[in-house]
């Protein structure tokens, strides 16, 4: 059997570009954009943690409370469309030998709720429309570490910045 070869054509092509673009619209879904929220008018950002500050243990746990991280995130971009806000703890931590080795616990003081997270995770945070071209929010923060997962060298703090993103949603 032989097979007949049927020559490029305009017509031919427009058609099969435009079936190739309509195979493509439907294996990729509306997808909501994400991106990283410019905190940089934030006061500060950075978390180092002070062991001289540690209360107690829980059980193989060091609880660390940190204190309050004032946020002030850059939304004049949103402002008028659905979104969900993210916090996102960076997945290396320098000193820690694991993401197992610590948790970040959080409690909102204004819009924002209250989560927990380990390196590497992402939590939502907030959902809704956005109003205003600054969000501002204050965590509460308290580190749980477990000190087997840590590394660190002499008199050294563990220290990680956590970001914020955005998904706009359709």
Same mark, same amino acid.
């Given at each position: 059997?032989?097979?007949?070869?049927? @020559?490029?054509?305009?017509?031919?092509?427009?058609?099969?570009?435009?079936?190739?673009?309509?195979?493509? +619209?439907? $294996?990729?879904?509306?997808?909501?954009?994400?991106?990283?929220?410019? %905190?940089? $008018?934030?006061?500060?950002?950075?978390?180092?943690?002070?062991?001289? &500050?540690?209360?107690?243990? %829980?059980?193989?746990?060091?609880?660390?409370?940190?204190?309050?991280?004032?946020?002030?995130?850059?939304?004049?971009?949103?402002?008028?469309?659905?979104?969900?806000?993210?916090?996102?703890? @960076?997945?290396? *931590?320098? +000193?820690?030998?694991?993401?197992?080795?610590?948790? *970040?616990?959080?409690?909102? &003081? +204004?819009?924002?709720?209250? +989560?927990?997270?380990?390196?590497?995770?992402?939590? #939502?945070?907030?959902?809704?429309?956005?109003?205003?071209?600054?969000?501002?929010?204050?965590?509460? !923060?308290? !580190?749980?570490?477990? @000190?087997?997962?840590?590394?660190? #060298?002499?008199?050294?703090?563990?220290?990680?910045?956590?970001?914020?993103?955005?998904?706009?949603?359709?």
């Amino acid at each position: 059997m032989t097979r007949r070869h049927h @020559p490029a054509t305009p017509r031919r092509l427009a058609a099969l570009f435009c079936a190739s673009a309509c195979l493509l +619209g439907l $294996a990729s879904p509306a997808s909501a954009l994400v991106a990283r929220l410019d %905190d940089s $008018a934030s006061p500060r950002a950075q978390v180092n943690g002070d062991f001289r &500050n540690a209360q107690s243990m %829980d059980g193989d746990f060091l609880v660390l409370p940190f204190g309050r991280i004032e946020y002030r995130l850059a939304t004049a971009p949103y402002v008028g469309r659905r979104a969900r806000i993210y916090y996102v703890i @960076p997945a290396a *931590v320098a +000193g820690l030998r694991s993401p197992t080795g610590l948790q *970040v616990q959080w409690r909102g &003081n +204004g819009a924002f709720s209250r +989560g927990t997270g380990r390196p590497g995770d992402r939590v #939502p945070v907030w959902n809704g429309i956005v109003q205003a071209p600054w969000m501002n929010e204050t965590f509460d !923060l308290t !580190l749980r570490i477990d @000190p087997r997962e840590l590394r660190l #060298p002499t008199g050294a703090s563990l220290s990680f910045e956590s970001i914020f993103e955005i998904e706009t949603l359709p």
